[in-house]
């Protein structure tokens, strides 16, 4: 599978991290004890700033799940519209050059789903094959990178195309001063990412690396670690401590695993597009792994610019990884991301 292009897109609502802050210590004020651990606990994640789906102010307007929902399909679409369309636009295609989609997002529902008024919106062809993913948070950008070549293996002479969309604010508990919460509350943004693929029939010249292999792990018994509880209020974070030990106990094992099936050691690998976990999870990462301070420069970048983006976040690394520190042509990469399940995903790429 060749990588033609990465785009991404995000609401126009950004935000600093001490402007947000003061933001939530106004709300939590009068029901927190220590709006002081609040403010701890936003600038352990150490984020500078995100984007919001709504302007600020009115996230104190939306009454329930029902009115955070709509604001995540009408906003959610039009970010996955402009994502895809940049990316198609850096590629030189028209939306009826799309063969399939994938949209992959965790932060919201939609039936039909976004995919669907895509096609109505962008004027994808009435054939496009279409196929939504939920639950895979913050994996499902590797994930859904990894279904692009598991189909385009099979239509070699097809154009693909994976969109993520997370508008993580939309899912905050006003109510809810779980330390889990307050981590969430300072932590996820919101945006969309979007990869245009081909199988290697096309000859469209790519911005980005080929995929030479993919690679899913599930860990039995550890559904409780990562993800959301449904409730009456909406989607409730499940985040337990334990992610980054997860982190350490199985990354080394699976990458070793993954590459020495295809006859290679970490020594072959030249660049490392991460999930932007949080620094815990970005520490352990580097540890596990044996890296170099310089290997996950851009992971951190992206999480101080824009936060967590969940299932978008790996694939701004990606779009960063092209434009700003390309490898040289010839040598591997790794992208991989860990997520609710509890599982990782990894792609082998090809500069």
């Known amino acids: 599978m060749k990588i033609l292009s990465v785009a991404t897109a995000h609401p126009p609502h950004y935000h600093d991290q001490e402007t947000l802050l003061e933001a939530f210590q106004e709300v939590w004020g009068k029901e927190h004890h220590n709006t002081e651990r609040v403010a701890r606990l936003h600038r352990a994640v ?138 969430a509350s300072g932590l996820f943004g919101d945006g969309a990412a979007a990869v245009l693929a081909t199988g290697n029939n096309r000859k469209e010249p790519q911005a980005g690396p080929t995929v030479r292999a993919t690679r899913s792990r599930f860990y039995p018994g550890t559904e409780g670690v990562m993800g959301w509880s449904i409730q009456d209020s909406g989607f409730r974070i499940v985040l337990q401590a334990t992610v980054p030990q997860m982190v350490d106990d199985h990354i080394r094992e699976d990458v070793d695993r993954f590459l020495a099936d295809h006859d290679l050691t970490r020594a072959d690998i030249k660049s490392w597009v991460c999930h932007t976990g949080g620094p815990k999870v970005l520490h352990a990462f580097k540890s596990a792994l044996e890296l170099d301070e310089d290997a996950l420069a851009l992971t951190w970048k992206s999480l101080e610019d824009v936060g967590n983006l969940s299932s978008a976040s790996v694939l701004y690394v990606l779009r960063d990884t092209i434009a700003q520190r390309r490898p040289p042509a010839g040598t591997l990469g790794l992208m991989l991301a860990m997520g609710p399940g509890f599982c990782s995903e990894m792609v082998l790429l090809e500069w």
């Open 46 to 183: 150490m984020v500078g700033g995100r984007h919001l789906a709504l302007p600020i102010e009115e996230y104190s307007q939306l009454n329930g799940f029902g009115d955070a929902n709509d604001a995540f399909i009408r906003v959610g679409t039009d970010v996955a519209e402009a994502a895809i369309q940049s990316a198609l636009d850096s590629a030189g295609l028209q939306p009826t050059d799309i063969d399939a989609i994938f949209f992959a997002s965790v932060t919201g529902i939609s039936a039909p789903s976004i995919d669907a008024r895509l096609v109505n919106r962008m004027g994808l062809r009435p054939d496009v094959k279409r196929t939504p993913i939920f639950g895979l948070g913050c994996v499902a950008g590797v994930a859904g990178t990894a279904r692009l070549y598991d189909y385009l293996r099979a239509w070699p002479d097809h154009v693909a195309v994976l969109v993520c969309v997370e508008l993580c604010s939309l899912t905050l508990q006003r109510q809810d001063l779980s330390i889990p919460n307050l981590i």
